[in-house]
């Protein structure tokens, strides 16, 4: 399926640049947008019936959106909007690098296995 066709908002959106998961940032964008109130104050999904909004669903997709940024604070709403980080603190490690260690055992036994 080409972009042109998808009716995904994360498709429309325009990704920040702060963002170093992009699957994880589109894939909670696309939750939010399924997961608004409806007029009496509940979730309008049907996989959320009966339950008030901000539902589950909503609340760990806008957790994972502050997770997909590269500053644990920098989405601190919603909308993206956060507080800056505090001067002469460190950026975070990005977090494909959290588990470097992993991957290297994984490639290592791929290529023992190969020889």
Request: proline letters at 8%; aromatic letters at 4%.
């Amino acid at each position: 399926m080409s972009d042109e066709t998808s009716n995904r908002p994360s498709r429309r959106a325009e990704r920040p640049d702060d963002v170093t998961d992009p699957l994880l940032w589109q894939l909670a964008v696309d939750v939010l947008d399924a997961h608004e109130p409806d007029d009496e104050g509940h979730c309008r999904n049907l996989q959320c019936a009966g339950q008030s909004w901000p539902c589950t669903a909503r609340t760990t997709a806008e957790q994972s959106l502050r997770l997909a940024r590269s500053t644990p604070d920098a989405a601190g709403t919603a909308d993206g909007g956060g507080a800056e980080r505090p001067a002469g603190t460190a950026a975070p490690a990005p977090r494909w690098g959290w588990n470097a260690d992993v991957m290297a055992r994984r490639e290592a036994r791929t290529a023992a296995s190969a020889a």
